[in-house]
């Protein structure tokens, strides 16, 4: 009997002394507030970042998602008159990138820049925008935008580019297409048809969007 009350509260210790630990770990920890906002709003950066703050946050911009599609990437590589050994050429051992993709999520933004001061234009410099931070989020997956279509659809910002500067006191429209949208073996309506949202920030404010397909 001893040892059975002796086995029961050495239990309870190890249970306080587990709530205890998770509390002291989180004590400091803030609650992240989710926003989400409803396509077509614009929505202000302010002090929110995604995973470090910059020295050159996006304070001074503004995001709206004013038109989404997606659509069969055969069907989109037409559209804009191009192939897949143009956007995703073989590796040198051979293996083709073509395989992963069934859909492009095709995301419309107008993006404008709010600041007075003059800055170098380049996407990489300055107040630029990293787009590869955009990621379109789902109950089940995240993907971020397929920078080797990017490049082909935006030729003048380089092969390379991962973002995009807007000069101050002005707007522009941009398109970022997302693919590898079927390694969860989705079909064209489950990909149309789920809940979707483009994820501007995570701290201290997580700040999305609401992605509806046209």
């Known amino acids: 009997?001893?040892?059975?009350i002796t086995a029961i509260c050495l239990a309870v210790l190890v249970c306080v002394g587990v709530i205890l630990r998770i509390w002291y770990v989180n004590k400091d920890?803030?609650?992240?507030?989710?926003?989400?906002?409803?396509?077509?709003?614009?929505?202000?950066?302010?002090?929110?970042?995604?995973?470090t703050p910059t020295e050159d946050p996006y304070s001074d911009y503004e995001i709206?998602?004013?038109?989404?599609?997606?659509?069969?990437?055969e069907e989109y590589l037409e559209e804009h008159d191009?192939?897949?050994?143009?956007?995703?050429?073989?590796t040198s051992e051979g293996?083709?990138?073509?395989?992963?993709?069934?859909?492009?999520?095709?995301?419309?933004?107008?993006?404008?820049?709010?600041?007075t001061e003059q800055v170098d234009s380049n996407a990489a410099g300055g107040t630029g925008i990293s787009f590869v931070d955009f990621e379109l989020v789902t109950i089940q997956d995240e993907y971020q935008v397929?920078?080797?279509?990017?490049?082909?659809?935006?030729?003048?910002?380089?092969?390379?580019?991962?973002?995009?500067?807007?000069?101050?006191?002005?707007?522009?429209?941009?398109h970022l297409p997302y693919t590898d949208l079927n390694w969860m073996c989705l079909t064209y309506e489950d990909v149309k048809n789920q809940d979707t949202y483009l994820r501007l920030s995570m701290y201290p404010?997580?700040?999305?969007?609401?992605?509806?397909?046209?």
């Open 146 to 174: 397929d920078t080797d279509l990017f490049g082909k659809l935006y030729p003048q910002m380089g092969s390379q580019a991962k973002g995009f500067a807007v000069l101050p006191g002005t707007e522009t429209t941009v």
């Open 29 to 51: 920890n803030e609650v992240v507030e989710t926003v989400i906002y409803p396509m077509g709003e614009r929505v202000a950066f302010g002090d929110d970042f995604y995973y």
């Open 64 to 73: 709206a998602v004013i038109g989404a599609k997606p659509v069969p990437v």
């Open 82 to 90: 191009l192939t897949w050994e143009e956007v995703w050429p073989e």
């Open 95 to 115: 293996w083709a990138t073509k395989e992963p993709f069934s859909t492009v999520y095709d995301v419309e933004l107008w993006v404008r820049n709010n600041s």
């Open 205 to 214: 404010t997580k700040k999305m969007i609401q992605v509806v397909p046209d």
């Open 1 to 4: 009997m001893k040892k059975r």
